[in-house]
């Protein structure tokens, strides 16, 4: 088996998971660009709050989906 086609079964496997037991996270992939000096104290605030980019994401954007 590929290494493709092993993480399609991974990511298959993921979602099927996710769908019987809805208290599993399913992750998405996300792509953006953005500026430098924004990136830059994105990632200060990551190590400030001793967070991963992903966590300090997830946390923001639920913020925004709560208001």
């Not at 769908?19 to 998405?28: D, F, G, I, S, V």
């Amino acid at each position: 088996m590929s290494v493709a086609e092993r993480k399609r079964r991974s990511r298959a496997l993921q979602i099927k998971r996710a769908t019987q037991n809805h208290q599993l996270r399913l992750p998405k992939a996300l792509s953006v660009e953005i500026d430098a000096s924004l990136h830059q104290k994105f990632r200060t605030y990551c190590q400030q709050q001793q967070l991963t980019q992903a966590e300090a994401l997830e946390k923001i954007l639920a913020a925004l989906v709560l208001e």
